[in-house]
């Protein structure tokens, strides 16, 4: 498809697990964008790219979040050692450049760390 | 405080009636503006852009006052469909481009 897809959709952790959430940006997209939602709650920032340039990381919330873009399309979060806070809605979202025009959301990979 | 705030809602409201959406955003370098909406348990979509001069998409009206530092979204005849999470979103643009986002401001409509 044309859009932003990420696997897998859903996840369940045991805490303490590690787990990798995937984004495949629309192609073409230079910027992606990671977010994590929790229930009721509006999207928080966590990281975004500029192509392979991890441009701003100042949104994850501790070292056990890590997020690589290596060639500059598909992305990785890789979260360690999960714990029952960092249960939410992991969104990625990609746009033909950053700030200042659409970014496009995938349909989110749902963790669930018990 | 959030760097966006938005009214908490919900809003419910009859079929046809005219509703209001408000949001200030506390960084005065803030260069993009955009409304998104968000189906329960579905992934946010970009609504429209808000510029200076204000801008209309049919039923949907979007304004900004960037010397209050607020924006809103006035939707006219409301209808069904319209019943979901609306966000406010603001950029700083450039390599600071980061959308962040408000909380979201639930609307139900009512038959």
């Known amino acids: 498809g044309a859009g932003v897809s990420q696997s897998p959709r859903y996840k369940v952790a045991k805490r303490g697990q590690d787990v990798a959430l995937r984004c495949d940006p629309i192609s073409g997209h230079v910027s992606l964008f990671w977010y994590q939602q929790a229930l009721g709650q509006g999207p928080e920032f966590l990281t975004y790219f500029q192509n392979e340039a991890q441009l701003d990381k100042s949104g994850l919330p501790s070292d056990r979040f890590f997020a690589e873009r290596p060639e500059g399309s598909v992305s990785t979060l890789k979260i360690q050692r999960t714990q029952q806070e960092d249960s939410a809605v992991y969104l990625c979202?990609?746009?033909?450049?950053?700030?200042?025009?659409?970014?496009?959301f995938g349909q989110g990979t749902r963790l669930t760390v018990v | 405080r959030k760097e966006v705030e938005q009214d908490p809602g919900p809003f419910n409201v009859p079929e046809g009636a005219t509703v209001a959406f408000n949001c200030t955003y506390s960084?005065?370098?803030?260069?993009?503006f955009f409304w998104y909406r968000q189906d329960c348990r579905k992934e946010p979509k970009l609504l429209m852009s808000?510029?200076?001069s204000g801008n209309e998409d049919g039923r949907f009206t979007a304004q900004l006052n960037r010397a209050s530092q607020y924006i809103s979204l006035l939707i006219r005849d409301s209808k069904l469909s319209d019943s979901a999470t609306y966000l406010c979103?603001?950029?700083?643009?450039?390599?600071?481009?980061?959308?962040?986002f408000g909380k979201g401001t639930k609307l139900s409509v009512k038959p």
């Open positions: 808000v510029y200076s």
């Open positions: 979103v603001v950029s700083l643009g450039g390599s600071q481009g980061n959308l962040i």
């Open positions: 960084n005065s370098a803030s260069q993009s």
């Open positions: 979202a990609s746009s033909f450049w950053q700030g200042s025009t659409e970014a496009f």
